[in-house]
């Protein structure tokens, strides 16, 4: 499973979202030039986010977006789902439906995949992507 540009920046927007949680709105300027992604794209992604309801945003020139539940609270199977559409990794295990599913030798491994993606990307949350993070740098966040 190879995911897409859009998913992977979309959860680098996130990710800078979460950073500045209850500090107020980002503008996605500001996003763009920190994650070095144009700011056009990222106009694309977020109409997605928005849309879900993971983001939310302000108008005005003290605007910009805001993840609307505690980064703790956002999976990054939840949003990769919302970027990428399915993230199953063949068809016969989205779907459940498969004309040589009594034959099939392959799909018990199709079907492993698929829950072990499930847990991995359920169990990680924006605020699982800070703290390791800030592990990895050695800077210490703190979430008030």
């Given at each position: 499973m190879k995911l897409s540009t859009r998913s992977r920046?979309?959860?680098?927007?996130?990710?800078r979202l979460a950073l500045n949680y209850e500090r107020g709105p980002v503008q996605l300027?500001?996003?763009?030039?920190?994650?070095d992604i144009s700011?056009?794209?990222?106009?694309?992604?977020i109409i997605q986010l928005r849309s879900s309801g993971i983001v939310g945003s302000v108008r005005g020139p003290q605007g910009g977006y805001y993840l609307?539940?505690?980064?703790?609270?956002?999976?990054v199977m939840e949003a990769l789902t919302v970027l990428e559409g399915s993230l199953h990794p063949v068809e016969c295990v989205e779907t459940?439906?498969?004309?040589?599913a009594g034959e099939c030798g392959t799909r018990w491994i199709w079907e492993m995949l698929n829950q072990r993606i499930t847990e991995t990307l359920?169990?990680?949350?924006?605020?699982?992507?800070i703290d390791w993070r800030g592990r990895e740098t050695g800077a210490a966040t703190y979430i008030i």
């Open positions: 920046y979309g959860l680098r927007l996130l990710y300027s500001d996003i763009a030039q920190k994650e700011e056009k794209y990222l106009g694309q992604i609307t539940r505690h980064p703790a609270q956002v999976t459940g439906r498969c004309g040589r359920t169990g990680i949350t924006l605020e699982d992507m």
